[in-house]
């Protein structure tokens, strides 16, 4: 079993910029990927960002060139920097691993945006 708790979210202007942190219970070094999803009301949960245990990132288009995701294996932490932030960005956020096959969630972090 591995718990993962994210931090971070909060309410924010638009245009400004927020890092989310997602401490993982068991070793990320261990995960194949780790990833960002955010949910926002009557909408279905979307992939945010994914990093895979090489380093290797994928991101939506809808948040390319202003979103940074990273992980600190020393740590076991994997990161979400949020940049040039914008009111449809507003969602709950939610960290994933991946761990042998089996998924974990963590159970989110508020994001508000107000414009």
């Known amino acids: 079993q591995v718990q993962l708790v994210e931090s971070g979210g909060m309410l924010v202007q638009a245009g400004g910029s927020l890092r989310l942190s997602c401490a993982a219970s068991?070793?990320?070094?261990?995960?194949?990927?780790m990833g960002w999803y955010r949910q926002s009301p009557g909408k279905q949960r979307d992939v945010v960002a994914t990093i895979t245990k090489s380093g290797y990132t994928i991101y939506s288009d809808s948040v390319k060139r202003r979103f940074t995701i990273s992980r600190d294996n020393a740590k076991n932490k994997v990161y979400l920097q949020m940049s040039s932030l914008k009111p449809e960005d507003t969602a709950v956020y939610y960290c994933?691993?991946?761990?042998?096959?089996?998924?974990?969630w963590g159970q989110g972090t508020q994001v508000t945006v107000s414009s």
């Open positions: 068991r070793s990320i070094s261990d995960a194949n990927t």
């Open positions: 994933r691993g991946n761990y042998a096959s089996s998924l974990y």
